[in-house]
Structures are given as C-alpha cells and as structure tokens.
C-alpha cells in the first residue's frame, strides 16, 4: 500500500455480477488507503445496488485529498453504452437494465466519471501497470460470473463501433452460447449435468486436485472451451500476449496446462511460436485498479 501524498490519484469501482470493489489508486497504479469489497446482490432491487455503489464511493472520497483527484473510473459488467455510460441487458445485472449509472454518479458525488465494461477496464490496467506492461497489443479473457474479452492497443482500449467489442459471451457454443461453458456459474452447471448435484466453482476445483473424476472432466471441459474462444480471438487480432484474469484464474492449474496443449493446432503456426498467455499481475485488485486507469488513459 502507498501513503497518500501529492501524486494524482484516482478512485477505482469494480462492478461484477457476484461482487463490487472500490479502492483509491495513483498515477504509478499503487493502491492508497484501504479498498472494500462487497457483494453486488445483482437479483436485488436496483436502488439497493445503487446505494452499495454510493457507500464504497463516499468511503474512498473519504480518503483523497479533494484536490488530488482526478475523478471516478468505473469497470462495469456489459454491455454498456460507454459514451452515456448506460447499463444495457446485462445479464449479470439483470435489474440494473438501461440504468444510467455514469449520469447517477456525477449527479451525487460531483465529480468526473469514465466508466467502461470491466475487462476492458481491468485489462487496461494490466496493460499500463501488469502482466501486459510493455507489451503492444493484449488480448485481455476475464473468467469470473461470465466471459469477457479485450483487446488493448498500444496503451487504448479497442472499444468497437457501438462500444461493445469484446462481448464474446454470447458466442455460440456447441447447444448454447460460450458462457455455458466458460465461467464460474458454467462450471457449476456442467458438474450438475454430470454428477447431478450443484456445487460452487471453489468446491468443484478443490475435488478436482483431490482427484475426483468428474470434477476434472469439468474442467477439461473448460479448457476446451477457453481454447475454442481463444482460437477465434487470437486469429482475428494477431496480439502479443494474452492475459487471463477473474476469479476463476486461482483455479488455473486445472486447465492452462491443457490450454496451452490444444491451442497450437487452431492457430496459425507463426502466432503459436510466440504468444504467451500469461495470467493477471494484479492479483485481486485487478478490476479496481483498471477501473481506476480510465481515468488516467
């Protein structure tokens, strides 16, 4: 953690389908002061989730100098309108549809507000202060609640015509789309389907390194999925460097070996001698972090 002093700071909001993280971080993409966590409760009511989103804001002002900030960066889960900074349908936010969150937010804390999807943001902040510092182009997979993608191009987000590029998840996959498969909630479903009971992603890994058959054909599972989605992507924009991020990277021991196997043979020859996939440097401040960065992009 670095001590408040005179560098310009930013305040960084995460905000996923299971949880929401806030923290204050510099120009030097170090953390300030104390980040709070709390669950997003996204089947709740919208003006619950509002008020938790105006909670961690008001704590992290408590803690910026007013005239150290730079303003407010949030990493929001799509699709979005980034230029109103609307929420969309989002599924992960199923009541918090066509909601105006940017407009909200300066309204109530008058300050500047840049607000992306939250793997563009998250990547982003990979690619100036992480794994992908450095590095030209990124192509940035986030594998929490859903599937999201970016593609970071000498230090800018590629954000598409409509703002939505990146929104993979609705891909189709075998019977349905690629989220079913590749995500938290789509490990659970697929351990369901196989052994007939529903469990969470954290317990399906750990029966998986106990060696529970089932559970490593779930993430076999994954991994060919993950490698589908990569394929595509990585033909299409030729990057440096991919970077895998969200929670379901802690579980990354029990598909990346398989990942990195298969990949080879959908990719052209010259991109698999050198692209690396590499996983956050960020570690679980991440989203915030990157959030954060919008505002110094």
């Known amino acids: 953690m670095s001590p408040i002093g005179t560098r310009d700071l930013a305040i960084g909001l995460d905000i996923g389908g299971t949880k929401m993280k806030c923290g204050v971080v510099d120009a030097g993409g170090n953390v300030v002061g104390t980040p709070r966590e709390v669950p997003t409760n996204a089947r709740g009511p919208r003006e619950k989730i509002v008020a938790g ?87 940035g997979i986030t594998l929490g609640t859903g599937i999201g993608c970016a593609f970071i191009n000498s230090g800018r987000i590629w954000t598409g015509f409509t703002g939505n590029s990146g929104e993979i998840w609705q891909s189709p996959y075998r019977e349905g789309v690629i989220e079913d498969y590749v995500s938290g909630p789509g490990l659970s479903r697929m351990y369901k389907d196989l052994a007939g009971i529903e469990i969470g992603g954290k317990e399906i890994a750990e029966r ?47 598909y990346l070996t398989r990942v990195k196997g298969l990949l080879p043979k959908y990719i052209t020859q010259e991109a698999a001698e050198h692209i690396e996939i590499l996983t956050a440097g960020l570690g679980n401040n991440a989203g915030f972090i990157g959030a954060a960065a919008l505002m110094f992009e």
């Open 53 to 139: 989103i105006l909670d961690l804001l008001n704590e992290a002002l408590a803690q910026v100098p007013e005239n150290r900030l730079r303003g407010i960066g949030i990493g929001c889960s799509g699709p979005l309108d980034i230029i109103s900074g609307t929420i969309l349908k989002c599924n992960t936010l199923p009541t918090m549809h066509n909601y105006p969150l940017k407009h909200i937010i300066e309204l109530t804390t008058c300050k500047e507000v840049r607000m992306n999807n939250d793997a563009n943001a998250m990547m982003l902040g990979e690619a100036v202060w992480g794994a992908g510092r450095g590095r030209q182009s990124l192509l």
């Open 208 to 254: 998986a390194r106990a060696g529970e058959e089932l559970a490593l054909k779930v993430f076999e599972q994954f991994a060919d999925g993950l490698v589908f989605a990569l394929a595509w992507t990585l033909n299409t924009i030729d990057p440096d460097a991919v970077i895998l991020g969200g929670s379901v990277v802690d579980s990354s021991d029990l």
